[in-house]
């Protein structure tokens, strides 16, 4: 799997419009707008081969961290979508990008998260992730 595979993987199971985005004039824009029953929002792709021994490191970059936080700073529905080889997906709300923009460890990585699923994704899991989404009050 890449993080190309995941958004083709998310594209069709998570049941909202979505628009991949790729916006070189502003730097950290995420990489997906999402919109369902008129809630909003985006979100960031990431993709990590394996679990690390002993952290693990997601590739956000400063400006993308710094987008995310100012966006739910002022109300913006926005999340971090991991993904762990084709084993797991982690949620991480965006106000809480800065936690995981370094290595952090396996234990704090899942203090962070919002919403976590080990194994593969049934459409209840579809569903409780969609649900995550399009409540920005999860975080």
């Known amino acids: 799997m890449s ?5 083709l993987l998310l594209k069709g199971a998570l049941g909202m419009q979505m628009h991949r985005i790729e916006n070189k004039m502003a ?11 008129g809630i909003s929002g985006w979100i960031e792709l990431k993709y990590i081969s394996d679990w690390s021994k002993k952290a693990i490191f ?30 797991s997906t982690a949620v991480v709300h965006g106000s809480k990008a800065n936690r995981v923009l370094k290595s952090v460890t ?3 990585f899942f203090k962070t998260m919002a919403w976590y699923k080990s194994g593969k994704m049934t459409k209840s899991d579809w569903v409780e992730l969609t649900n995550l989404l399009l409540n920005s009050q999860s975080a």
């Open 106 to 108: 396996i234990e704090e």
């Open 3 to 7: 993080e190309r595979n995941f958004w």
């Open 27 to 37: 730097s950290g824009t995420p990489d997906i707008h999402f919109i369902h029953k």
């Open 58 to 87: 997601c590739g956000l970059s400063r400006n993308q961290v710094l987008w995310l936080q100012d966006y739910a700073l002022h109300g913006g529905n926005c999340w971090i979508l991991i993904r762990v080889g084709r084993e």
